[in-house]
């Protein structure tokens, strides 16, 4: 073969070894996993990120502002065509609070009905996502099982990208994503304490939601790792502003709860005021209103940095009294996030994630 057809030869092939990986990664029955080797997402001057493969080859695919822009406002257009009338009804579970004072829905197993949701965004094909820390002990402890009950009952039958941040990407369990799945793995800074690693996390968040991932989903869930999921936890959870029910304290009196009670705390709520005690194992929403809160949140935690104060239960603390100012458009009920060491009342149909054992002597460093 001359000069010319072997470079004719090498065009093609070179050309369909790019079309083939191209297909595979944009095809839903794929899966594909991308790591970052960054503390933080690094934005250069035209915001692309930096990593050790090549995402920023990849946003010239991206939608601009503008299409991001159009694209949110149809799809605002069609929620406001489903009604929660159509899809959610309180009355079916009359012995538990199902609507808030502000007109929120509170989901209980039994009050939805999944087939219209299903139906609804299934036309929209949304994309969601979860954010998930493993740091130090607690990646062999609990993030396999997390990973792998999340792959079978989180979202099914819709596009999910799961975001992974870790101090060692080299410790990730080996999972085998089903269709519509993928991974997107960061490593993060180590804190020496495991109260800065709860609160830091808000920060984190926060900023990969301004580099990418407000761009990549249309929901976001924020999850802890140490629990796994049961049962299907589906689209009748998506919403606004999503806020979970703590387990220990959902049929409690608001005086009682453990809320940040000194002044002297950005996270301080007086007696007599609150609405419910939430669990920062689990929050979500769209990414705007998840970034809302992680960025208030952190604002919080640093202002108690410079008076020198912890609130009483990190994060969470903040968590509750951003919720106490900005309504969640929507409440999970304790079936979404169960502590079996409570038991299983009656009112507790299905249990969708439950908490595992807290083995706090083995996976933190100090306690």
Request: proline share 4%.
């Amino acid at each position: 073969m001359n000069v010319k057809g072997k470079v004719v030869l090498s065009m093609l092939v070179i050309s369909t070894v790019i079309v083939v990986f191209w297909e595979y990664i944009n095809s839903p029955e794929g899966s594909f996993l991308w790591i970052y080797h960054s503390k933080n997402p690094e934005l250069g001057d035209n915001g692309s990120q930096k990593g050790w493969w090549f995402p920023s080859w990849f946003n010239n695919g991206t939608p601009s502002y503008q299409e991001e822009e159009d694209t949110d406002r149809d799809k605002e257009d069609n929620e406001e065509a489903l009604l929660l009338s159509d899809w959610f009804n309180p009355e079916k579970r009359p012995e538990v609070v199902t609507v808030t004072e502000w007109k929120a829905p509170v989901v209980w197993e039994g009050t939805f009905n999944r087939a219209i949701l299903e139906k609804y965004y299934g036309k929209q094909k949304i994309t969601v996502g979860l954010t998930v820390f493993a740091i130090g002990r607690y990646i062999e402890h609990y993030l396999e099982e997390f990973l792998m009950s999340a792959n079978r009952h989180f979202m099914v039958g819709h596009k999910v990208i799961f975001y992974i941040m870790m101090d060692d990407a080299s410790r990730l369990p080996l999972i085998e994503l089903g269709p519509l799945r993928s991974f997107k793995v960061f490593e993060v800074k180590p804190e020496k304490r495991w109260q800065d690693i709860s609160m830091m996390r808000m920060k984190t968040i926060g900023e990969h939601i301004v580099a990418h991932i407000q761009y990549e989903v249309d929901f976001l869930f924020c999850m802890d790792v140490d629990q796994v999921f049961q049962n299907t936890f589906g689209v009748e959870t998506l919403g606004q502003s999503v806020a979970q029910l703590q387990a220990w304290w959902y049929k409690a009196d608001p005086f009682d709860f453990t809320y940040e009670r000194r002044k002297e705390s950005a996270a301080f709520i007086p007696y007599g005021r609150g609405d419910f005690y939430y669990h920062a194992a689990i929050f979500g929403g769209t990414p705007i209103q998840v970034l809302n809160i992680t960025q208030e949140c952190f604002k919080g935690i640093l202002q108690d940095k410079k008076n020198d104060i912890e609130a009483e239960w990190h994060d969470e603390s903040h968590l509750n009294k951003y919720f106490l100012l900005n309504k969640p458009t929507k409440i999970l009920s304790p079936e979404y996030c169960w502590d079996y060491h409570i038991g299983l009342p009656s009112d507790i149909k299905t249990v969708k994630v439950s908490w595992q054992t807290k083995e706090y002597n083995l996976v933190r460093n100090n306690i």
